[in-house]
């Protein structure tokens, strides 16, 4: 079973910046793409930044220029650092993972998501 533990949420002035960590726990075969996704209250999760294990990344044209994903793979560990956040980057962020297990079945799993608060 893969455990994801999230770390570096908390409160932040508009402008400001925060890195978000996302650590990953258990034995699988490999891991295919991580990522960060966020839910603001009353809105659906969306996709903030995917990175694959070639490196590729993806991100919402919303953070563009302003959040740089990156990964250590070596310890299955994906980073997102956010800068000249605003008050619509306030959000419960939540990191994913794909893979694949030991018996090569595919598997997905959420963290239990980290707090952003952005004040104006």
């Known amino acids: 079973q893969v455990h994801l533990s999230e770390s570096g949420g908390g409160l932040v002035q508009a402008g400001g910046s925060l890195r978000l960590s996302c650590a990953t726990s258990?034995?699988?075969?490999?891991?295919?793409?991580m990522g960060w996704y966020r839910q603001a209250p009353g809105k659906q999760r969306e996709l903030v930044a995917t990175i694959t294990s070639g490196g590729s990344t993806n991100y919402a044209d919303s953070v563009k220029g302003r959040f740089t994903i990156s990964s250590d793979n070596a310890k299955y560990t994906i980073f997102l650092q956010m800068n000249s956040l605003n008050p619509e980057d306030t959000a419960v962020y939540y990191c994913n993972v794909n893979g694949e297990r030991l018996d090569r079945t595919h598997f997905g799993s959420w963290g239990q998501g980290t707090q952003v608060t952005v004040s104006s």
């Open positions: 258990g034995v699988v075969f490999s891991i295919n793409t």
